[in-house]
C-alpha cells in the first residue's frame, strides 16, 4: 500500500542545519518521509547549492524552490505594515509561491506548513487535511523582546506585530486541521484565549548519525555560547552574559575565555573580540569540537521562546549547562543532576566558577546530560509521537 502524499512548505531551505530554525525544519522532513511521499516546497535569498540539493533529496519525492532577493522580503514588510496580518506571515508571502500551491495542491493527501510564516499560502484552501507546526509561540516571544526593549526599530516592530501574532495564532489554530508545538509553555500561551481547540508537544530530537559523539577532544579553558548570531535572543543573552555575569566570573578565572560560536555574528557581536577574554569565532566547521572544548556551555537566555538546540545538542555531547528558566522552558521533567538552571546574574556565575573548579562534578553532570537526552528527545521517541498524531 503506497504512502498518503504530503506537500510541506519552508520559509527558507532546510539544510544545512545553521540555525535552531532549519534543525526543526530538517527533523520534520526526515521523520515524516518515512510515512509520507514529500514533495517539499521553500523559499530562499540565495542560491541553493549542490549539497543542499543532495540532502534534501534523500527524503522527498519533487524539489521545489523559489528564490527572492532580501529586497523583495522588505518591500513585503513595508506591505504589510498596512496590512492587519503578521509582518512575519507579510514577509514570506510570494504571488509567485501562492499561484503555485493554487495550481498543485490537489495533488496532495496533506499539506504540512512549518510555523505561521507559510500558512497563508493554505488558508483558503480546503478538502486538504491542514497541518501546522508553530513551532514556537512566535506572539509570546514578541511580547518578551518588546518588553525588554527601550527604543528603536526593533522595539517598533516588535509593537506593531505582537497583538497581530496573537490574533493569527489563533486564526489558524482554528483553520487547521492539526497543529504542532516544541513546548507546554509555548502550547498553553497559544491556547490561553482558545481552550478547546488542541495542540501537539513534539520535542526536537538529536539524531545520532548527525551529532556524533565517537572523538574525545582535550578541554581548553573556555566557555562557549553556541547560536546563530544575527538572531534577536541570541544577541540579547550574549550581552546579558557579558554586562551581567562574566565579570564576576573572570575575577575568579581571570584567563578565561568566553567564546561565541555562531554564524552570522553582526558587527556589534564581531566587535566583542576586542575583549581580551571574549573571541567571537563565526561559521566554524565543527561545531562539536567547539563544544567539547569547553569546559562549561553557557545559554543565559532572557528572550525568546521554545526548546534550545544548542542545549539538547550539548547535553548530548555529555557537557555541563548552566541557563535560565527561560532557556530551560522546552526541558521535560529535567533535574539539578542534569543540567544547571539560575536566573539571578552573580548566582548564574558562582554556579560557573563552581563548576570550573570541580572537573569530575562537570562529567559527572554531563554523563546524566546524555541519558536524560537519551530518554526524553531520542528520534525513535519523537518519530512516535508524529506518527500518533498524524496518522493513527
Not at 508571502?93 to 499539506?111: E, P
Not at 522552558?329 to 533535574?335: D, K, R, Y
Request: charged residues 25%; glycine residues 4%.
Amino acid at each position: 500500500m503506497g504512502k498518503d502524499k504530503l506537500l510541506l512548505i519552508f520559509f527558507r531551505a532546510p539544510y544545512p542545519l545553521l540555525s535552531g530554525g532549519q534543525i526543526r525544519m530538517y527533523q520534520n522532513l526526515r521523520l515524516l518521509s518515512n510515512h509520507f511521499d514529500i514533495d517539499l516546497l521553500f523559499l530562499t535569498d540565495s542560491p541553493v547549492e549542490n549539497e543542499t540539493i543532495k540532502e534534501l533529496s534523500k527524503y522527498t519525492k519533487d524539489l521545489h524552490w523559489y528564490t527572492f532577493k532580501k529586497s523583495q522580503y522588505y518591500l513585503n514588510t513595508l506591505r504589510g505594515v498596512l496590512d492587519s496580518t503578521p509582518l512575519q506571515t507579510n514577509y514570506f508571502y510570494s504571488r509567485k509561491v501562492q499561484k503555485w500551491v493554487d495550481r498543485n495542491i490537489k495533488k496532495y493527501q496533506y499539506v504540512f506548513c512549518h510555523t505561521i510564516r507559510t500558512t497563508k499560502y493554505v488558508q483558503k484552501h480546503s478538502n486538504i487535511i491542514k497541518i501546522v507546526d508553530f513551532v514556537d509561540a512566535i506572539s509570546m516571544n514578541y511580547e518578551k523582546a518588546y518588553q525588554k526593549k527601550n527604543f528603536g526599530l526593533w522595539k517598533m516592530l516588535y509593537y506593531i506585530d505582537k497583538n497581530r501574532l496573537k490574533k493569527y495564532e489563533e486564526e489558524v489554530l482554528n483553520q487547521f486541521d492539526k497543529s504542532l508545538i516544541i513546548s507546554n509553555v509555548d502550547k498553553e500561551y497559544i491556547l490561553s484565549e482558545n481552550s478547546k481547540k488542541s495542540i501537539k508537544v513534539v520535542p526536537n530530537c538529536i539524531f545520532p548519525d548527525i551529532v556524533k559523539n565517537d572523538y574525545s577532544i582535550p578541554e581548553k579553558h573556555k566557555i562557549c555560547f553556541i547560536g546563530k548570531m544575527d538572531y534577536e535572543p541570541n544577541q540579547t543573552a550574549v550581552f546579558y552574559f557579558i554586562n551581567r555575569i562574566l565579570p564576576h566570573v573572570l575575577k575568579n578565572n581571570p584567563s578565561l575565555k568566553f567564546e561565541v560560536v555562531g554564524v552570522q555574528p553582526t558587527t556589534q557581536i564581531k566587535n566583542l573580540s576586542i575583549h581580551e577574554n571574549i573571541n567571537v569565532t563565526g561559521y566554524v566547521e565543527d561545531i562539536e569540537r567547539e563544544i567539547k572544548e569547553a569546559k562549561i556551555i553557557v545559554a543565559p537566555m532572557v528572550s525568546g521562546a521554545g526548546i534550545q538546540n544548542k542545549i539538547l545538542q550539548s547535553m548530548y555531547l555529555k557537557k555541563c549547562v548552566v541557563t535560565t528558566n527561560l532557556g530551560a522552558e522546552g526541558l521535560i521533567n529535567v533535574t539539578s543532576n542534569e543540567i544547571i538552571i539560575e536566573d539571578n546574574p552573580s548566582a548564574f556565575a558562582e554556579k560557573i566558577n563552581y563548576f570550573l573548579a570541580n572537573k569530575d562534578l562537570r562529567d559527572t553532570m554531563g554523563l546524566n546530560a546524555k541519558e536524560y537526552i537519551n530518554n526524553n528527545f531520542s528520534e525513535e521517541k519523537v518519530e512516535q509521537l508524529l506518527k500518533e498524531y498524524l496518522i493513527n
